[in-house]
Structures are given as structure tokens and as C-alpha cells.
């Protein structure tokens, strides 16, 4: 199974920051990647796939990048709804894992 | 517009099976694959597997491989998800969501959750 971590595990940041988050995968994945956002009793939204296609409805606020087995994910100016925990995921290899989760707070 | 409707919580004593169910509207539901995620309690996502709306072709993760069966029916436009010889550590919120037609195919939408308490 493709393995994927995830850092920070835990970000403080205030509104308006520039936020990254970054996910590596255990081999490589080509651009076969998602984020998702997912809030407090709610479930998962895509943000993001093929790395770095924005799925409809996005704010342009968020970005991803990378290719291989290194991914980011970057929030340019935080907003108050973007407090949440963020995931990725893979979509190369069956079965289609997820990172552990980065959570976004307040500082 | 798209949505995918979950059945109600559920509680369940070990040993035994949960059925839940997904119900689609607003896209045609045999162009898209349809997967199981669950949360555990303050835990991250948990892919379990994937079922093709199209012919019924399934894909387990190894996980769950001869404990879970997803199935659809087109007739009613709802996918399902059984999950058989409950243990405590089933406890979670399972999810359906839909997969993109293309690859990769991400899932683009998702239902509410379920909540599985098993407890004995």
C-alpha cells in the first residue's frame, strides 16, 4: 500500500496567513493526488485533484503543486471558513489511501 | 443538483451486520463509481472500498475482504454497504461518495455520514 504523510500535523495561523501543507507519498504517484477539507461533523470536500486542478466552486485561494511523491497544498490568505483539518489522498494505487490529516486552527 | 443521501445511525451489538445505504439524485448514477470511507471517532479517513454503478465490479481494500459487500441497485438509484461480524473498533461515521468519471477520480461528492455505534 502507498503510505502518505503529512506536516505539520497541527498548524496555528491567523487570518489573512499564507499556509502550506505539505504531503509525500511512499512512492511515486505521478500527479494522482487530491485535498480535501473537512470541518467539525461534516463530510470531507474536495478542494483540489490531479495535484493541481481546483474543483469547481474552489476559492482561488487555494493552490496545490507537486508531482512524484512531494505535495503541497497552499491557502494564500486564510480565511475565517478555511479553519479546518485538510487531507490528502491518493488515487494511483488501489487501495486509495489518505494522509493522517493536517488541522488548521487559530492562533 | 448532486446528492447522495445516507441512511440513519445505527447501533449494533459485536458480531453482528450493518447495511447502509446511499441514495443518488441528480446525475446519472450508473457513470459513477461509488466508494465507502470511514471516520472513526477523532480519526482520520479510511478508504473500504469502491463499487462500479455500471456492472457491479468491486474493489475491497484487504482490510475488509470477506467481511464487507457493497452492491447497487440502479433500479432505486442507491448503493449499499454491508458490513458483517461487527467488533468495537467499527465504531465510526461511514461515508459514500462518488467518484469522478475520468482519472483520477477523485470523489467529488459526498454523503452526510452514518454513524455506526457498535456496543455491546
Known amino acids: 500500500d502507498i503510505q502518505l504523510t503529512q506536516s505539520p500535523s497541527f498548524l496555528s495561523a491567523s487570518v489573512g496567513d499564507r499556509v502550506t501543507i505539505t504531503c509525500r507519498a511512499s512512492q511515486g504517484i505521478g500527479s494522482s493526488l487530491a485535498w480535501y477539507q473537512q470541518k467539525p461533523g461534516k463530510a470531507p470536500e474536495l478542494l483540489i485533484y490531479?495535484?493541481?486542478t481546483l474543483q469547481s466552486g474552489v476559492p482561488s485561494r487555494f493552490s496545490g503543486r507537486g508531482s512524484g511523491t512531494e505535495f503541497t497544498l497552499t491557502i494564500s490568505s486564510l480565511q475565517p471558513e478555511d479553519f479546518a483539518t485538510y487531507y490528502c489522498?491518493?488515487?494511483?494505487?488501489?487501495?486509495?489511501?489518505f494522509g493522517p490529516g493536517t488541522k488548521v486552527d487559530v492562533k | 443538483q448532486v446528492q447522495l443521501v445516507q441512511s440513519g445511525t445505527e447501533v449494533k451489538k459485536p458480531g453482528a451486520s450493518v447495511k447502509v445505504s446511499c441514495k443518488a439524485s441528480?446525475?446519472?448514477?450508473?457513470?459513477?463509481?461509488i466508494s465507502w470511507v470511514r471516520q472513526a471517532p477523532g480519526q482520520g479517513l479510511e478508504w473500504m472500498g469502491w463499487i462500479s454503478a455500471y456492472d457491479g465490479n468491486t474493489n475491497y481494500a484487504q482490510k475488509f475482504k470477506g467481511r464487507v459487500t457493497m452492491t447497487t441497485d440502479t433500479s432505486t438509484r442507491t448503493a449499499y454497504m454491508e458490513l458483517r461480524s461487527l467488533r468495537s473498533d467499527d465504531t465510526a461515521v461511514y461515508y459514500c461518495a462518488r467518484q469522478l468519471s475520468k482519472d483520477p477520480d477523485p470523489f467529488d461528492y459526498w454523503g452526510q455520514g452514518t454513524l455506526v455505534t457498535v456496543s455491546s
Open positions: 489522498q491518493q488515487l494511483n494505487n488501489y487501495p486509495r489511501t
Open positions: 490531479a495535484a493541481s
Open positions: 441528480g446525475y446519472i448514477f450508473t457513470n459513477h463509481a
